[in-house]
């Protein structure tokens, strides 16, 4: 059987079928239009092993004598009794390309088990892979895993991924790639705010614009593992796998599971190459949130109510919000948590999906009307997942609480541990899938809501449904109760929120418009937070909000230029009483609130730009225009961030890369500006660098070579700076 050879943006994905199975031989760089003959890789073969060549293949094998984690656990159940844990021999039977796709089938009629692999290297270079197990037999064949994973090249040797908590989400850990296998496990029952959001194997010191990187995405939003697996000859693989519990999936004869995407992108400038490949995908697909030639809108400047006035829901109060959130020149408001019935704290009401009649005796729709009067959508807080037992739902049906798998609670049975007062409602029911579909449904029918801020407090830690684990199916019924609320409310946009980010995933980002990266606002924090999730998440789907001048969740304090530059690159809002923000200040913020309008297209349409910056003070990143810019428009926004005090006396020339190298350019400092209310406290220097106060030109070469000397910043602070295409 010929190999399969895809090609697209720089990237190589090779397939050869000469050892019976499918095994990827490479995947990274383009290796042109024409192939060797691939016998010339035959491997020799050395003292004390297997008599021939190992392959690692598309699903490595124990069969093959594959010594690493094998691709396909399971064992046949035959009157409820396990059978013996068994590796399939699998053997290609068919496959066939057509572009940039490509479609495998491997048996073993023997074991009765048959995989088919769908395979597409997306325009961009961003890789999407999928297995389908079936079993052919005639008993039930218990899956125990089937996972995702791909080769890396043996100069790969160092290993980035992310981990985190709430309010701090996303934050990197490097270590060196050796032998044995590395796992990350997230038994969360959602993807988790430790999750890893990208492994990534690289060249040593890889960054942002250099070295060699490969990296991979599991789409999946419920208990998942995470690996690199490196086996005794050197050779690495990297993947993932949803985790499944005990006895989770057991297919009947002729029954089938169909894995999660795993979405893998390679790249030979860094960090910032993939984040190119994940963008492209997003931004090419049709329902993605951008405007385009058919038309659209852009991102809206967000109001959210909920650190301006929490559980405190008072209509004249909100009508006052809606009035100052107008005049700044906000779009989209926002109606967090406290609206429905029994909800004055976070002890009760959840499940209820119905207004509160003694808060809002006509409804929502006096204030829907007096937001939307004001030229600015209306948008509304649930989360409907969740249930608290003092409701009028729990009451009535304690069967849709979910409860440990072995356990019946309604009949007397403990209940898991609450967790923010609240557990989590068995949409594994069918009943209680439709009741909340039919509560989400009716409001968004009953109401002008435009928007939705969809939130999941709580891990899934003892998930059971009629005494099995079912983590994989409550995934999947959220999933559908997102796809058919989008299919019969199609111009309503879900944010997904989870304690934050929580449920950051291609996934749960399949079905919603937006992700809420962290309940935490605080700019510093965010820094990192942001800057990580944009690793694979483009800023237009992010979530950034300034919130108040101290943070409700660090009591940090910050300079309001800070915390607008911090939210400026992503989906750009406030959670803020903005009725207190007066003088100065204000008017500050409106002006800031006018930059990102006007820059908006360029931040959610660009190229993302991070600087690798010798001084671990500070951070240079930005938004570069994708294509040549027009003479006299906007090419690019950066922002220099200072994070703490700095080792040297000066930052010195800092080189800001990303430009077109023999393009003229004009670069300003905008934000702050002499005469903005923190201007003075952003910098701590005697005489500026001569080209601040009038800026300066250069081409894009020089800047990327040689940069410019930049101001001495304040901790906590920051610049925005702004290129001008000459």
């Not at 039919?438 to 449904?465: C, F, M, P, T, V």
């Not at 994989?472 to 999933?479: C, D, G, N, S, V």
């Not at 609130?593 to 993302?608: A, S, T």
């Amino acid at each position: 059987m010929d190999p399969l050879h895809l090609r697209s943006a720089g990237t190589s994905l090779v397939i050869s079928f000469n050892s019976g199975e499918a095994e990827i031989i490479h995947w990274g760089a383009d290796l042109g239009s024409t192939l060797p003959d691939l016998a010339i890789l035959g491997e020799p073969v050395p003292h004390s092993a297997i008599d021939a060549t190992v392959p690692a293949g598309l699903l490595p094998q124990a069969s093959s004598s594959w010594r690493g984690r094998p691709g396909l656990r399971g064992h046949r159940t035959a009157d409820g009794v396990s059978g013996l844990d068994f590796s399939p021999r699998l053997r290609t039977v068919a496959a066939r390309a057509e572009g940039t796709t490509a479609v495998i089938t491997q048996t073993d009629a023997d074991a009765g088990i048959t995989v088919s692999s769908d395979i597409t290297l997306h325009d961009g270079g961003l890789l999407e892979l999928r297995h389908t197990v079936t079993n052919d037999g005639t008993t039930p064949y218990q899956l125990d895993e089937l996972a995702t994973v791909l080769p890396v090249a043996p100069d790969a040797v160092e290993l980035l991924d992310l981990t985190g908590r709430w309010c701090r989400e996303n934050h990197p850990q490097r270590r060196s790639i050796q032998q044995g296998t590395w796992v990350r496990t997230g038994r969360h029952g959602r993807t988790g705010h430790d999750s890893s959001l990208l492994l990534a194997a690289g060249t040593p010191g890889f960054g942002n614009r250099h070295g060699k990187v490969w990296a991979t995405h599991l789409a999946w939003s419920g208990n998942h593992e995470q690996f690199t697996d490196t086996i005794g000859d050197g050779r690495t693989m990297i993947g993932g796998s949803e985790l499944l519990g005990p006895a989770e999936v057991i297919l009947a004869p002729q029954g089938s599971y169909t894995t999660p995407a795993l979405f893998a992108a390679y790249s030979d400038r860094g960090l910032d190459g993939i984040s190119e490949a994940f963008y492209s995908w997003f931004r090419s697909r049709p329902h993605h949130v951008l405007p385009d030639a058919g038309g659209g809108k852009p991102r809206p400047v967000v109001l959210n109510t909920w650190e301006a006035v929490y559980f405190d829901h008072n209509l004249s109060a909100l009508i006052e919000l809606a009035d100052s959130a107008a005049d700044l020149g906000v779009e989209r408001f926002v109606l967090d948590d406290g609206w429905f019935r029994g909800r004055r704290d976070d002890h009760a009401g959840l499940g209820d999906w119905y207004v509160d009649e003694t808060l809002w005796p006509d409804g929502l729709t006096p204030l829907i009307d007096a937001v939307t009067s004001r030229g600015m959508e209306f948008g509304l807080w649930v989360e409907p997942e969740m249930v608290n037992l003092n409701s009028d739902v729990a009451r009535a049906h304690p069967e849709w609480i979910v409860g440990p798998a072995a356990l019946s609670h309604k009949d007397g049975g403990r209940l898991p541990l609450e967790w923010r007062n609240q557990h989590v409602i068995d949409l594994v029911n069918p009943e209680a899938w439709q009741y909340i579909f039919d509560r989400i449904d009716a409001l968004l029918r009953e109401n002008r809501i435009s928007y939705l801020k969809w939130d999941q407090n709580r891990d899934l830690l003892e998930h059971g449904h009629a005494g099995r684990s079912s983590v994989h199916e409550q995934t999947l019924a959220a999933y559908r109760l997102f796809d058919e609320l989008k299919k019969g409310h199609p111009g309503v946009e879900i944010e997904s929120c989870s304690s934050g980010g929580a449920r950051v995933d291609l996934g749960i980002l399949e079905r919603t418009d937006r992700i809420w990266a962290s309940d935490c606002n605080d700019a510093l924090e965010r820094q990192s937070i942001q800057r990580w999730t944009g690793l694979v998440v483009p800023p237009e789907l992010v979530g950034g909000h300034i919130g108040p001048t101290t943070s409700h969740t660090t009591a940090r304090t910050h300079d309001l230029s800070f915390r607008a530059i911090t939210a400026l690159f992503g989906h750009f809002g406030m959670e803020w009483d903005v009725r207190q923000v007066t003088g100065a200040e204000r008017e500050e913020l409106k002006r800031f609130i006018g930059l990102y309008k006007e820059h908006r297209d360029l931040i959610h349409r660009g190229l993302m730009v991070r600087a690798d910056v010798p001084d671990e003070s500070l951070m240079l990143h930005g938004a570069v225009a994708a294509s040549s810019p027009l003479a006299g428009t906007t090419a690019a926004l950066f922002a220099l961030v200072s994070t703490r005090t700095a080792f040297s006396e000066q930052p010195g020339k800092v080189a800001i890369p990303g430009l077109e190298p023999d393009r003229d350019y004009r670069v300003e400092a905008i934000f702050p500006a002499p005469g903005d209310a923190d201007y003075g406290h952003t910098f701590t220097q005697v005489q500026p660098p001569a080209w601040l106060a009038d800026g300066a030109i250069a081409n894009g070469r020089f800047l990327a070579e040689v940069g410019l000397p930049m101001p001495i910043l304040n901790p906590e602070h920051a610049l925005l700076l702004h290129f001008t295409a000459l």
